[in-house]
């Protein structure tokens, strides 16, 4: 690929579509944009998502990959078309990631050699399997393995990293104030929302009992994170709790602003999803409540992470609505998870 590399002028990156596996990309752009340091790239992401990579040095420029419409869908290709691209790198596996980069005339296409589109591709790795199975491993690794086919250089320390841009925290520095949260306050982040489904989301009122005994004992402030389409969660959580809670919903909190909230925390305790990667980028200790999926995707850079989990017969299922009575949730109990965020935040003082 050294050859090949050369010639490479405007590089293409279809980016994960979940928030959590946008930022554990991030390894792998730092890997593109140290490969690539003349190449024009571009990423395509989601609109809504964009804020996430945005102020990071990995992208000069964004295409929208909002394609469940037809008209979505062919914007984007046409978009594609326009760029030229020498080379385009697909991180998600489905074949409508591909699709729009086949018709969009890109000249080399890499990813996995998975559902069937292996024959689209230039090349890219196969994943590891066991017998038919494909072998978990970290999300962060299954991205460099591309970096790796292609023969790229591979940072030695693979861990994920977000920027702040002075404006977005100028809006987070009003929020604060709004808030009544001071320089010296700790603050406890909840998020307690999960986009996949409901399987992944710890009860609300664990969550409020949850909080009540870190205003208590912690002396804390505690501020809650929600997504679009929680306000139902948020309303649970607020009714059952006598905490002094910082609702943030009504806030217009979008994935950008997320960053620097989630960066003023002293510690965040989370459901398995997108704000727990956040933390990890951003260097804040966090507690993870983690239901129905595999911990073995997220199986990296823990050091200043504690994940609580059941290990039960059912768990991991994958499944966004639990079949059953959703034990591997239910049974972690609120003391259970307060134990854990004590003593992480003495072990980050």
Known sequence: MERDRNHVKTLLIRCPNW???????????????????????????????????RDGPWF???????????SGFWHMTKQIRQCKADMAVLLPNSFRSLLSIWLGEVKEIYGYRRNFRGIFLSGGPKPERNKHEIVPIPTAETYLGICRWLGLSVPEKVRPRLFIGGQVLKRAEVLFQKHGIRENDVVIGLNPGASF?????WPPEYFAELSELCEKELDAKIMLLAGPGEKQIVEAILQKSRAKIIDTYDDGVDLELLKPLVQRCNLLITNDTGPRHYAVALDVPVVVIMGPTDPRYTASNLDHTIVIRKDLECSPC???????????????TAAEVFTAAKNLLKENK
Do not use: Y
Not at 197 to 201: H, L, N
Not at 319 to 332: F, W
């Open 19 to 53: 928030v959590g596996d946008i930022v554990m990309a991030i390894p792998a752009l730092d890997c593109f944009r140290n490969n690539f340091p003349e190449a024009k790239i571009i990423g395509i992401v989601k609109n809504r998502a964009q804020g996430i990579l």
């Open 318 to 332: 994958h499944k966004k609505t639990c079949p059953r009575e959703h034990q591997c949730m239910t049974e972690i």
């Open 197 to 201: 489904g409901e399987s992944k989301c």
């Open 60 to 70: 000069d420029g964004f295409i929208d990959s909002e394609d469940k419409s037809w």
